[in-house]
T-cell receptor, first 114, second 111 residues
Framework: DAGVIQSPRHEVTEMGQEVTLRCKPISGHDYLFWYRQTMMRGLELLIYFNNNVPIDDSGMPEDRFSAKMPNASFSTLKIQPSEPRDSAVYFCASSLSGRFVGAFFGQGTRLTVV | GQQVMQIPQYQHVQEGEDFTTYCNSSTTLSNIQWYKQRPGGHPVFLIQ?????EVKKQKRLTFQFGEAKKNSSLHITATQTTDVGTYFC???????????FGSGTRLLVRP
């Protein structure tokens, strides 16, 4: 398995633009997590899904953020409109319930909003 | 809400010295997981502890889960330059899979 795949790896956009981050979890994993990492706030859980259903989105900072998981192999995190304070590394991770193997992270998307 | 704190925030050691990071949760954890993130990389799962008072070892790394399941520690014996990175603890407070990460401890090792 190729692991969790995120795209793009880097994204530079102008304030006000829409940004879409993509994630392909490990095949067979039933949990998917979106995290945001900054120096100031560390690793923040934004939202997580179980079997494609959003379970907890209490970490989503504002209505400008939305996440979807239309099927078991794909998820998106969208920011519209983007702001400079959204600049961070966004990680997607997946895990398999019932197994003590932890969460597998993608390589992240480094987002810069100018 | 649940908070998971780690101390110290940074640790700079001489190669060969030992290192310990401590993790404390504001609420009881159902399990505790440890991750390592190399500079510029992504978090990588190291281990999971489930039972109260559990101790697990991975070569030079020793992980412990507190009796009250609210704290944990990671101890590295005789650090090497390859141990450089940030160590995170993470855990859910209940039977859910809501994985909350601690603030992390950044380890620097002088060769």
């Amino acid at each position: 398995d190729a692991g969790v795949i995120q795209s793009p790896r880097h994204e530079v956009t102008e304030m006000g633009q829409e940004v879409t981050l993509r994630c392909k979890p490990i095949s067979g994993h039933d949990y998917l997590f979106w995290y945001r990492q900054t120096m100031m706030r560390g690793l923040e859980l934004l939202i997580y899904f179980n079997n494609n259903v959003p379970i907890d989105d209490s970490g989503m900072p504002e209505d400008r953020f939305s996440a979807k998981m239309p099927n078991a192999s794909f998820s998106t995190l969208k920011i519209q409109p983007s702001e400079p304070r959204d600049s961070a590394v966004y990680f997607c991770a997946s895990s398999l319930s019932g197994r003590f193997v932890g969460a597998f992270f993608g390589q992240g998307t480094r987002l810069t909003v100018v | 809400g649940q908070q998971v704190m780690q101390i110290p925030q940074y640790q700079h050691v001489q190669e060969g010295e030992d290192f310990t990071t401590y993790c404390n949760s504001s609420t009881t954890l159902s399990n505790i997981q440890w991750y390592k993130q190399r500079p510029g990389g992504h978090p990588v799962f190291l281990i999971q502890l489930v039972k109260s008072g559990e101790v697990k070892k991975q070569k030079r790394l020793t992980f412990q889960f507190g009796e009250a399941k609210k704290n944990s520690s990671l101890h590295i014996t005789a650090t090497q330059t390859t141990d450089v990175g940030t160590y995170f603890c993470a855990g859910p407070t209940d039977s859910s899979y809501k994985l909350i990460f601690g603030s992390g401890t950044r380890l620097l090792v002088r060769p």
